[in-house]
């Protein structure tokens, strides 16, 4: 989406009181006997009303639908985002969805959506403009943080617990940006070009997931699709996404993304958004034009219901039909909007995944701190601060700013911080008034951080490499330049490291950097973009109060050239690597990464062994099965995270091996539990192009469990 800066943020308190979400959630064949209901009854006028926008900055949403009455159905406010409910006070600033991914957490991924849910239903939000599944492509891609990560089947996990939290709230999900849309640069005017199976096995993938969760609303997106506009693409609107995948909710346009009126209707585009043909002009390709279209016979009307139905099955489905609370939103007029505090606890869930999405990459001992004879601890670079501009400045639109510690990336994905817990606090806080805390937050002066760092017990580096939406540049880098961290942040970790040999790395990032200084500091940990509590969270692990559990959702590559796609300048984007995305690149062409997809180091140790394998002939949904145990061997409780890992057979033309399963377990120190791994048939299929179904090849299957993709435990094998 795009937008214009709002200032004011004052409100006026009414207090209103939300009422809880209801039991309301109706299978998809009753939500459209509902529907039936209701658009029978509606002209055309009306039908071509719930499919188009008012109009940007003309609404207490950034959309909203046109109301009807004589039959009643409501204006339906969508509102942002990903990671909360944007042009919102009282509200929860959260971790953001690559962190949700990074804990390997189903339970948490649910909590988090929950939550969200909770406070957007809390605002009167019909439509949850989330979740993004937009895979990290090529690493620099600037959105890469409002989604999921480098793997479809993480993707797909973490989609399907985001649209089960937010709709169990009685508002709908919107997943999005349907479809190859991996990158911000030349968004609305680039054409991408990927195969068949590619699409299927990779891109839909998660879509298919989520649609098995009972997605309500499908976004799509700016970008060509082998020349034609995603939102008017017959083949990737009505062929495979309400053909293919059996998508039975409705496909909305991103904001502005509409580009005609019966090629976009006719080919499966539901829903314009936000209603004008450009920004805020007022008119619309929908609107008058749609039901002229639909008079002269250019858009059937059972087509113009189609979409009228599925918008308002959508509503039915999940249970807004029942005490859903007035929309309280004034996205546009924030100093109108009564005040609603949503917040509720929601900053102990913050917090709580927060710490469970940190991944310790590198750690020789050096942590978690232990009290006994810590007495100065310094602090170094302008990431552990607070911004200097103050939290939600106006300069710095939708978080478009690099200032002070990078919590969260910027754009249309953002929202308001209700206050920050920067990294300084959250040791501090900790650490007690018994230890010094000295800082140096200047990182172009690597003297002052060497002086500052000399004498410390230890030193903390903080580092970032930020990231974000396209209508917005920081620094020249919306899709990030280069994989260097920012402000110079090389330099400065060399000078502490020379100068202190207990030197610890903090990173705060998008996606993978380069680390050239590796060698030299004791312990790199990566938080991610953890959101309000993101001191709180990282002082957990730093003092072992949490032991770490986090694992990285893409692959970090010792040189910027072992990736397998960059951001292309062109107009045709050519997805040549195929299958070959992330880690499955790596393995393909015996690439050492500096880190692989799914590491991250416990302060305990675990051991896997007795693994097992069942397979299930005949049966139609879980066709093998595995078992492992896994054993605690450390002095401390902690969490495992044993990763499951198909390898197809040879002719099968599949990447070495593919991600189809994970579990997170809670193990005491000494403890051993048995891990149980399922595999359905779509976990052993492939996309065949000539019978455009799922096939199961024939042959030897080969089932790898570890602690990440190159950390292999345990092998076995089965046939098919």
């Avoid at 929202?415 to 920050?420: G, K, N, S, T």
Wanted: charged letters at 20%; proline letters at 5%.
């Amino acid at each position: 989406m795009i937008f214009s800066s709002l200032t004011s943020i004052a409100v006026f308190a009414l207090g209103l009181a939300q009422a809880a979400p209801t039991d309301g959630s109706r299978t998809w064949e009753e939500a459209y006997a509902k529907a039936e209901q209701v658009v029978s009854q509606m002209s055309i006028e009306q039908k071509v009303g719930l499919t188009t926008g008012i109009g940007w900055e003309k609404t207490n949403c950034v959309g909203n639908t046109h109301a009807s009455e004589d039959p009643f159905f409501p204006s339906l406010c969508l509102q942002d985002g990903p990671l909360g409910t944007r042009f919102a006070d009282n509200a929860t600033a959260g971790v953001s969805g690559i962190n949700a991914a990074a804990s390997f957490d189903r339970e948490l991924m649910y909590k988090r959506a929950e939550y969200i849910g909770e406070e957007s239903r809390g605002k009167g939000v019909h439509i949850q403009l989330g979740p993004s599944v937009d895979l990290l492509r090529a690493p620099h891609g600037g959105r890469g943080w409002e989604a999921f990560g480098e793997d479809p089947y993480l993707q797909g996990v973490s989609g399907y617990e985001f649209v089960r939290g937010i709709q169990d709230q009685n508002v709908i999900a919107t997943a999005k940006h349907y479809i190859l849309n991996n990158q911000e640069t030349n968004r609305t005017t680039s054409n991408s070009i990927t195969d068949e199976r590619t699409l299927h096995e990779i891109y839909a993938w998660p879509y298919a997931k989520m649609i098995e969760a009972g997605l309500g609303a499908v976004m799509c997106s700016y970008n060509y699709i082998n020349d034609i506009y995603a939102c008017e693409n017959d083949y990737a609107l009505n062929t495979v996404l309400k053909g293919d995948l059996d998508f039975k909710g409705f496909v909305m346009s991103d904001w502005g993304a509409t580009h005609s009126t019966a090629p976009s209707a006719n080919n499966g585009l539901d829903m314009t958004m936000p209603g004008d043909i450009v920004m805020g002009d007022g008119y619309s390709w929908f609107g008058p034009n749609l039901t002229a279209a639909v008079e002269n016979g250019d858009v059937s009307e059972e087509r113009l219901t189609d979409m009228a139905m599925r918008i308002a099955a959508a509503h039915f489905k999940v249970g807004q039909d029942k005490d859903f609370p007035e929309t309280t939103l004034r996205s546009f007029d924030r100093d109108a909007a009564p005040e609603v505090v949503v917040s509720d606890d929601h900053a102990d869930i913050v917090r709580e995944i927060g710490a469970a999405s940190v991944v310790v990459l590198t750690n020789d001992g050096i942590l978690p701190l232990s009290s006994d004879g810590l007495s100065k601890i310094a602090i170094i670079g302008s990431d552990a601060a607070q911004p200097s501009l103050g939290l939600n400045s106006p300069d710095c639109a939708d978080q478009g700013c690099s200032d002070g510690t990078y919590s969260m990336g910027w754009g249309s994905g953002s929202v308001d911080y209700p206050y920050l817990i920067d990294p300084t606090q959250g040791i501090s806080n900790r650490a007690g008034e018994s230890v010094e805390i000295v800082t140096s937050y200047d990182d172009w002066d690597t003297e002052a951080a060497a002086e500052a760092a000399l004498d410390a017990d230890i030193a903390f580096v903080f580092a970032k490499a930020p990231a974000g939406e396209e209508y917005i540049m920081v620094e020249g880098n919306h899709d990030r330049q280069n994989l260097s961290l920012w402000h110079n942040a090389d330099n400065l970790i060399q000078a502490v490291a020379d100068v202190n040999e207990n030197t610890v790395v903090v990173i705060h990032s998008t996606g993978p950097v380069l680390m050239p200084w590796l060698d030299s500091v004791r312990s790199v940990v990566w938080p991610g973009l953890p959101g309000q509590e993101t001191g709180n969270s990282l002082a957990d692990v730093l003092f072992g109060d949490v032991n770490p559990s986090g694992r990285l959702p893409y692959t970090i590559a010792k040189n910027e050239e072992d990736y397998p796609a960059d951001i292309s300048l062109e107009y045709d984007i050519e997805y040549a690597e195929k299958l070959l995305v992330g880690y499955r690149h790596f393995d393909a062409n015996g690439i050492e990464p500096l880190f692989p997809f799914g590491h991250g180091l416990s302060y305990s140790s675990f051991e896997y062994e007795k693994l097992k394998i069942n397979t299930n002939r005949g049966c139609r949904d879980t066709m093998a099965t595995a078992t492992v145990f896994v054993r605690n061997t450390g002095d401390v409780d902690g969490a495992e995270i044993p990763q499951a890992y198909i390898g197809f057979p040879e002719d099968a033309g599949e990447p070495p091996k593919v991600l189809r399963g994970f579990e997170k377990i809670y193990l005491k120190a000494g403890q051993k539990r048995k891990v149980t791994f399922e595999f359905r048939k779509i976990d052993l299929s492939i996309w065949d192009v000539d019978s455009r179904s799922w096939e199961t090849p024939e042959g030897e299957y080969t089932i790898y469990i570890g602690a990440s993709s190159r950390d292999i435990r345990q092998t076995g094998t089965f046939t098919l």
